[in-house]
């Protein structure tokens, strides 16, 4: 688990310096910061749906999956719970950008495949990829919302940790149709969280995290019943 180790390490200092930095901004400043991370989230996550909506296969799946997704999630108040959890210890912009940054650190190809390569080939260069883009997203994000983002990492080491365990039962279901379904979501997902930060509507899109589950249920109908 080099490789995650690693990752989890980057994003944990990264937010340390931004955090840092952070101190010295006036508030004026911060506000032009909590813009600018609305838009690059905006922008990263319209950038991965054009980026693989071209090579979907199902090209409604992705609409099927926010719908069901996103009631499954509304039932289980998974926004409301985790809102609660962060308010307790900080404030509501920092429980925003935290969920902000689950999203950019946990959904992608590298964050997916990384720990499945590490695994069954010793190969870590998905990872250190991963870590290098997450170090620098994490200073930039704890330099607008504060050392809590380095929360984040415990989210990240957890998720990757779970897929590098299970490596060996998802490799063969990670196929790049399915991947690509599921980036499709994630860059959704991501856009969804910059028009929160800017303030546009509160899409609340902690509530549509089951939409990524969707896919992987589809295909796997598919290779039970033959779809």
Known sequence: MLGTIVNTITIVTGSLIGSIVR??????????????????????GINTIVSNMPNSQYPVLFIISLAAGSLL???????GNFQKLTGKFASSQLG?????????FCIGTLSILGP?????YGDHTFLLTNATLDFVTSMVLASTYGMGIALAAVVLFLWQGAIYLGAGFLAPFLSAELLTEISIIGGILIASSGIGILGLKDCKTLNMLPAL???VIWFALQGIIGL
């Open 213 to 215: 589950l969707m896919p």
């Open 96 to 104: 925003q950008g935290l969920s902000t940054a689950i999203l950019l």
């Open 23 to 44: 101190k010295g901004i006036q508030e004026k400043y911060q506000e032009a910061l909590y813009t600018a991370m609305g838009l690059a989230a905006t922008a990263l």
């Open 73 to 79: 999630g509304t039932i289980l108040d998974i926004d």
């Open 116 to 120: 499945i390569q590490s695994a069954l």
